[in-house]
T-cell receptor, first 115, second 113 residues
Framework: ETGVTQTPRHLVMGMTNKKSLKCEQH?????MYWYKQSAKKPLELMFV???????ENNSVPSRFSPECPNSSHLFLHLHTLQPEDSALYLC??????????????FGPGTRLTVT | DAKTTQPTSMDCAEGRAANLPCNHS???????VYWYRQIHSQGPQYIIH???NNETNEMASLIITEDRKSSTLILPHATLRDTAVYYC??????????????FGGGTRLMVKP
């Protein structure tokens, strides 16, 4: 148990569906992250939020829309996805920008399958 | 950030020490070495980090060479549950730097009975 929870753990959706992934951290951190991990590929950073503001968008297609209502919650809204978007989506949290630590704490991930 | 090079895979006998090397020959003076691991289908887990001194915690030891161009992560008594992909990451530590980490391919450690 890392203090970062993600729901759902598994999701199957059609290409025309709209769904959302949820992440919650109970660590008092001020930075939250979305990563994507496709089969046999390294983790790819998607988005970074510091103190609720998006500070990094790693050229992610607009069919992925993040939302960070407060420092403890992070959402990833999904719409009109493609089969190649099937992957493990991981959320992480850490101290916010301005700190020296890069200790990121990861959730268990959401295994997404797009049919 | 400096690039790292790790072997693709390694085996280790259960109960023996696992020594995982990482080469970071272009590391600069203000860059830390971080280690994470990822057990199959789980999120990565932070293990340890260091700047130039050797570090030890309840999970592992980190040995950094004097010239800082390479490091070794040591799991003193590997168990089957240590089977995972281990990532070595070099990252500048600065109050003004971004807080992103870049994960490479890592080393797949297989602990065998």
């Amino acid at each position: 148990e890392t203090g970062v929870t993600q729901t759902p753990r598994h999701l199957v959706m059609g290409m025309t569906n709209k769904k959302s992934l949820k992440c919650e951290q109970h660590l008092g951190h001020n930075a939250m992250y979305w990563y994507k991990q496709s089969a046999k590929k390294p983790l790819e950073l998607m988005f970074v939020y510091n103190f609720k503001e998006q500070t990094e968008n790693n050229s992610v297609p607009s069919r992925f829309s993040p939302e960070c209502p407060n420092s403890s919650h992070l959402f990833l809204h999904l719409h009109t996805l493609q089969p190649e978007d099937s992957a493990l989506y991981l959320c992480a949290s850490s101290q916010g920008r301005g700190g020296l630590s890069y200790e990121q704490y990861f959730g268990p991930g959401t295994r997404l399958t797009v049919t | 950030d400096a690039k790292t090079t790790q072997p693709t895979s390694m085996d280790c006998a259960e109960g023996r020490a696992a020594n995982l090397p990482c080469n970071h020959s272009t590391i600069s003076g203000n860059e830390y070495v971080y280690w994470y691991r990822q057990i199959h289908s789980q999120g990565p887990q932070y293990i340890i980090h260091g700047l130039k001194n050797n570090e030890t915690n309840e999970m592992a030891s980190l040995i950094i060479t004097e010239d800082r161009k390479s490091s070794t992560l040591i799991l003193p008594h590997a168990t089957l549950r240590d089977t995972a992909v281990y990532y070595c990451i070099v990252r500048v530590a600065s109050y003004n730097a971004g807080n992103m980490l870049t994960f490479g391919g890592g080393t797949r450690l297989m602990v065998k009975p």
